[in-house]
């Protein structure tokens, strides 16, 4: 799984889809974190959801680097569609740690301290949204919909209902209850328990579909 992570994390490099994504999630940090007097979470409401937006970006980008053959090569070799499936997981997971922890720092930096408990919660609302992000851009990528525009078309509704529909307990709750500054031990606890089922849900449903039209 390692191995495919790796090489999954080389596939993105290489390909230089990253750039947009990143470049735009940083913009909306440097506009978002400049007044050392706003408060925290309200600003990591807007930075975690877009971070749910590029982690989706990231892993459709990825998996999409790959033609059909190259990636009967990937599963040739990693004989299971499990290891392929959570390799990349973990590599855009691990992209955007690296994008969480920058946003962390900057924030921290800009309001002039670093409050344990607030910087926990932002991180912690920041990864779950990378895991709704990557539920999202597994099925969406070409393993499933072979198609560009198809599978834009499907990641964008897709993202607007995580992010937009409020009865829905997926990402909603949890960021309106940060950019609202509203109690968040309920939100934070179903965004949990949602995240983690709807990332199993959507890699059990994408491998099943892959070793079924394999």
């Given at each position: 799984m390692l191995a495919m992570t790796r090489?999954?994390?080389?596939?993105?490099?290489?390909?230089?889809?990253?750039?947009?994504?990143?470049?735009?999630?940083?913009?909306?940090?440097?506009?978002?974190?400049?007044?050392?007097?706003?408060?925290?979470?309200?600003?990591?409401?807007?930075?975690?959801?877009?971070?749910?937006?590029?982690?989706?970006?990231?892993?459709?980008?990825?998996?999409?680097?790959?033609?059909?053959?190259?990636?009967?090569?990937?599963?040739?070799?990693?004989?299971?569609?499990?290891?392929?499936?959570?390799?990349?997981?973990?590599?855009?997971?691990?992209?955007?740690?690296?994008?969480?922890?920058?946003?962390?720092?900057?924030?921290?930096?800009r309001s002039g301290g670093f409050p344990?408990?607030?910087?926990?919660?932002?991180?912690?609302?920041?990864?779950?949204?990378?895991?709704?992000?990557?539920?999202?851009?597994?099925p969406c990528s070409r393993l499933l919909?072979?198609?560009?525009?198809?599978?834009?078309?499907?990641?964008?509704?897709?993202?607007?209902?995580?992010?937009?529909?409020?009865?829905?307990?997926?990402?909603?709750?949890?960021?309106?209850?940060?950019?609202?500054?509203?109690?968040?031990?309920?939100?934070?606890?179903?965004?949990?328990?949602?995240?983690?089922?709807?990332?199993?849900?959507?890699?059990?449903?994408?491998?099943?579909?892959?070793?079924?039209?394999?």
């Open positions: 090489y999954y994390l080389a596939v993105l490099g290489h390909s230089q889809r990253y750039l947009p994504a990143i470049l735009a999630y940083l913009a909306v940090n440097t506009v978002l974190y400049t007044d050392p007097k706003s408060p925290l979470l309200p600003q990591y409401g807007i930075s975690a959801g877009s971070l749910l937006v590029v982690s989706c970006w990231l892993t459709i980008a990825m998996l999409d680097v790959e033609d059909p053959v190259q990636r009967l090569v990937t599963f040739s070799h990693a004989r299971r569609w499990r290891s392929v499936l959570a390799g990349a997981t973990l590599a855009v997971f691990g992209c955007a740690t690296v994008l969480i922890v920058v946003t962390l720092a900057w924030s921290g930096l344990i408990g607030t910087l926990a919660l932002g991180g912690a609302a920041h990864a779950l949204c990378a895991l709704f992000g990557i539920a999202i851009g597994l919909v072979p198609r560009v525009g198809w599978s834009v078309l499907a990641a964008v509704f897709a993202l607007a209902a995580a992010l937009l529909v409020k009865w829905l307990p997926l990402a909603n709750p949890l960021l309106r209850a940060l950019t609202s500054q509203l109690p968040l031990a309920a939100p934070f606890t179903v965004a949990v328990v949602a995240a983690v089922a709807a990332l199993l849900l959507s890699a059990t449903a994408v491998g099943y579909l892959l070793r079924r039209n394999a």
